[in-house]
């Protein structure tokens, strides 16, 4: 069982490193970004409730991030681990997080926290609000992210500094260099 939390504010590549470590570790995937987008498209009643805040760049509360996330965890029960992404956000999500691995005799097995520059972040984000579409996309609701991320998600590195599964992983460069910075540390980590 390997089970990964993907960390970094907005336009860190949480979603793009995600998907070379499925590839490569097999690891089912929880990306609650993903999960927020299908219901608002959908127009679900969660749809409805979560474009309210990510259209200003806020983040859903607590308490319906932690219920939806439950439920797609069940549904994964059978997976060689987990890789959750975009997920803790929060101090209160990753507490909620460790209590549901520990009720199935698990854990984080390793952190990994994309570290990338401000400005580096702006121009990744604006430059897939040319095509992607996504209404938090623009330069107001971004910065506003990033502001979000800085108060509220940063004191969740402190959580995982002190559970001992902390990596600090630099986020600039090519996307297979990351990767392989990536590959290190959960090497590190499982061996
Ligand atoms: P998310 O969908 O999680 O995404 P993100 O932070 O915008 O981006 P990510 O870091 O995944 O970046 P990506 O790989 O796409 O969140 C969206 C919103 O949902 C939140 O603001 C919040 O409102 C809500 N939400 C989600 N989870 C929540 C939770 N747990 N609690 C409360 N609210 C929640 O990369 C970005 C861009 O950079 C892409 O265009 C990519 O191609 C490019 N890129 C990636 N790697 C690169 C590289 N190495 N070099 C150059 N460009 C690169």
């Known amino acids: 069982?390997?089970?990964?939390?993907?960390?970094?504010?907005?336009?860190?590549?949480?979603?793009?490193?995600?998907?070379?470590?499925?590839?490569?570790?097999?690891?089912?995937?929880?990306?609650?970004?993903?999960?927020?987008?299908?219901?608002?498209?959908?127009?679900?009643?969660?749809?409805?409730?979560?474009?309210?805040?990510?259209?200003?760049?806020?983040?859903?509360?607590?308490?319906?991030?932690?219920?939806?996330?439950?439920?797609?965890?069940?549904?994964?029960?059978?997976?060689?681990?987990?890789?959750?992404?975009?997920?803790?956000?929060?101090?209160?999500?990753?507490?909620?997080?460790?209590e549901m691995l520990a009720k199935r005799g698990e854990s984080i097995d390793v952190m990994l926290n994309l570290e990338v520059e401000r400005q580096?972040?702006?121009?990744?984000?604006?430059?897939?609000?040319?095509?992607?579409g996504r209404s938090d996309d623009n330069l107001e609701t971004i910065e506003k992210r990033i502001g979000v991320y800085e108060a509220q998600t940063a004191p969740v590195i402190d959580f995982y500094k002190s559970e001992g599964s902390y990596h600090g992983i630099r986020g600039v460069g090519s996307v297979s260099e990351i990767f392989e910075r990536i590959k290190e540390a959960i090497s590190a980590c499982a061996a």
Do not use: C
């Not at 070379?20 to 749809?47: M, P, V």
């Open 120 to 132: 580096e972040l702006i121009a990744r984000l604006l430059k897939r609000g040319e095509t992607s």
């Open 1 to 98: 069982m390997l089970n990964v939390v993907i960390f970094g504010p907005p336009g860190s590549g949480k979603g793009t490193q995600s998907e070379q470590i499925i590839d490569y570790f097999g690891l089912g995937h929880i990306s609650t970004g993903d999960i927020l987008r299908a219901e608002i498209k959908e127009g679900t009643e969660l749809g409805k409730i979560a474009a309210s805040f990510i259209d200003r760049g806020e983040l859903v509360p607590d308490a319906t991030i932690i219920g939806m996330l439950e439920n797609k965890l069940n549904a994964l029960k059978s997976s060689k681990g987990v890789i959750f992404d975009g997920f803790p956000r929060t101090v209160a999500q990753a507490e909620a997080l460790k």
